[in-house]
């Protein structure tokens, strides 16, 4: 089972309007995969997160989850959301709510757990990603690290057979951004399948199985992290490789 493919895309294309943002990709995400998605802004990276969890819906080409082709006209595409787990760069925490709210609200009313369960549950997510201390603090008192580790916490939550990372740590102050890639480290280790947009090329070094470069809707390049940065094949990738580092 360790070889399951999580995640097929092929010749997947997303227009809007008269702009053509994803030009037939093919990617394929196996189970426990981390995978870095680097490229530069506007190359589509974002709209492939999107439409991986069908915040976009695609114009054409084939998504595969866990084995079957999911279309948006005949499939419940709610219950799948629920398995892809996503976290954006600006975290979109509800800021009405406190941490331990924001983080049992859609086992309650998603899972529809009982309120005693979700509440353990918050609990350990909170742990884990260290912040057992902040559970009845209100987002606004957080610091931008300590709002992404609560978003973290708030998509596991859901128990997702995959996370979607976009750009988690692009708007955090540079000494936070090491304890959200530490969280996301964690969750690597622990087998969690993951893709993650990111200029961390760091993290993408240490943590990625494999590394995604894309550049103008297409992939340009796939390849090991240790192979993609010391030795890229393609032109592009040097270029876009060497203004990142
Ligand atoms: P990246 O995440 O790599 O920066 P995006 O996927 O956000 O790239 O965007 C790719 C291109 O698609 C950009 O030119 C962007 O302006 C355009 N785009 C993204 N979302 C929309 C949208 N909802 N409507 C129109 N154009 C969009
Ligand atoms: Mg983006």
């Known amino acids: ?21 994803l030009k037939g990709i093919d990617i ?12 530069a802004s506007g190359s589509g990276k974002s709209t492939l997160l999107r439409c991986l969890n069908f915040l976009e819906v695609k114009d054409n080409g084939k998504i595969i989850f866990e084995g079957e082709q999911v279309e948006q006209e005949t499939h419940d595409i709610n219950k799948i959301r629920q398995k892809v787990g996503m976290v954006f760069q600006h975290f979109h925490l509800f800021p009405h709510k406190s941490v331990i709210e924001n983080i049992m609200e ?38 931008g690290g300590q709002k992404q580790r609560v978003a973290i916490a708030r998509a596991l939550a859901m128990k997702p057979d995959i996370m979607l990372f976009d750009e ?3 708007a955090l102050d540079p000494e936070l951004v090491g304890e959200v890639l530490a969280t996301m480290k964690e969750l690597a280790e622990e087998g969690m399948t993951m893709i993650v947009v990111t200029h961390e090329m760091g993290f993408a070094r240490e943590v990625a199985d494999w590394v995604v470069y894309m550049h103008d ?5 796939v390849g090991h992290p240790d192979e993609m940065f010391a030795n890229p094949k393609e032109q592009r990738t040097r ?5 990142v580092l």
């Open 106 to 143: 859609a086992p309650i009313h998603v899972r529809k757990i009982p309120k005693s369960q979700a509440l353990e549950e918050a609990r350990s997510l909170l742990k884990k990603v260290g912040l057992a201390d902040k559970e009845n603090v209100y987002p606004s008192k957080l610091s």
């Open 168 to 170: 988690p740590t692009s």
């Open 217 to 221: 809707g297409k992939i340009v390049e």
């Open 239 to 243: 270029e876009f490789i060497e203004s």
């Open 28 to 39: 394929s995400v196996k189970e426990s995969d981390v995978v870095c998605l680097i490229g």
């Open 1 to 21: 089972m360790t070889e399951q493919e999580m995640i097929k895309v092929e010749k997947l294309n997303k227009s809007f309007g008269d702009l053509h943002v």
